[in-house]
């Protein structure tokens, strides 16, 4: 659920960014560009305690979406600065002919932008997806119910401290991909293909 739910939201929030910074044009596209790429290159280990005391005061701690808000900003700043330098160079010739069409920008984005782009938004989306399933760290440092705990966490209780059940781990560790799997295998057309594949035609 909240690998799921921060690959749709994350590349939500990807696609609008992007589409005002790369398409919209708005005013400093450039240094807000650089900001989304910095965004990337902070550690984990700095966002800990400010998160923690914010979800603490929100009432946020222990739930699911505690790690979903994080996630989703943590991601979608990757995907706005990987889309706001491909819809920087978006076909203006499509845009255009939406506009001769009536199109409003919220219906460009819609009906023209996001479909030509679904290749790309699939790799996002499959990215994110696998990244949030595997993360460690934040979940570790929010997650602390027993039934509020994602895979890895629970994967770590099953190593003891002196014994450890190798069979069980083992198990659950293949159990643990299979998500992984699936998802891929259901965006996997898509992933290959061309981001204005016929679009121009």
Same mark, same amino acid.
């Given at each position: 659920?909240?690998?799921?739910?921060?690959?749709?939201?994350?590349?939500?929030?990807?696609?609008?960014?992007?589409?005002?910074?790369?398409?919209?044009?708005?005013?400093?596209?450039?240094?807000?560009?650089?900001?989304?790429?910095?965004?990337?290159?902070?550690?984990?280990?700095?966002?800990?305690?400010?998160?923690?005391?914010?979800?603490?005061?929100?009432?946020?701690?222990?739930?699911?979406? =505690?790690?979903?808000?994080?996630?989703? /900003?943590?991601?979608?700043?990757?995907?706005?600065?990987?889309?706001?330098?491909?819809?920087?160079?978006?076909?203006?010739?499509?845009?255009?002919?939406?506009?001769?069409?009536?199109?409003?920008?919220?219906?460009?984005?819609?009906? /023209?932008? /996001?479909?030509? =782009?679904?290749?790309?938004?699939?790799?996002?989306?499959?990215?994110?997806?696998?990244?949030?399933?595997?993360?460690?760290?934040?979940?570790?440092?929010?997650?602390?119910?027993?039934?509020?705990?994602?895979?890895?966490?629970?994967?770590?209780?099953?190593?003891?401290?002196?014994?450890?059940?190798?069979?069980?781990?083992?198990?659950?560790?293949?159990?643990?991909?299979?998500?992984?799997?699936?998802?891929?295998?259901?965006?996997?057309?898509?992933?290959?293909?061309?981001?204005?594949?016929?679009?121009?035609?």
């Amino acid at each position: 659920f909240i690998s799921a739910m921060v690959a749709i939201l994350g590349v939500v929030v990807s696609v609008l960014n992007a589409f005002a910074i790369g398409i919209g044009r708005v005013k400093g596209r450039t240094w807000l560009t650089l900001l989304f790429l910095m965004a990337n290159l902070l550690p984990q280990e700095m966002l800990v305690y400010p998160l923690f005391t914010f979800f603490d005061k929100a009432h946020l701690l222990s739930t699911p979406w =505690s790690v979903i808000l994080t996630f989703t /900003v943590i991601q979608g700043a990757f995907g706005t600065y990987l889309l706001a330098s491909l819809y920087g160079t978006f076909p203006k010739e499509i845009l255009e002919a939406a506009a001769l069409d009536g199109a409003s920008r919220w219906r460009a984005l819609r009906s /023209v932008v /996001v479909p030509v =782009s679904r290749p790309t938004l699939s790799v996002l989306m499959v990215f994110f997806f696998i990244w949030t399933w595997n993360e460690f760290l934040l979940p570790l440092s929010f997650l602390n119910k027993d039934q509020s705990l994602t895979v890895p966490l629970v994967l770590e209780q099953l190593s003891g401290e002196r014994q450890t059940d190798v069979t069980t781990l083992i198990a659950a560790t293949l159990l643990s991909v299979i998500p992984t799997i699936i998802f891929f295998l259901i965006f996997q057309r898509t992933l290959t293909r061309g981001i204005t594949a016929g679009a121009v035609k």
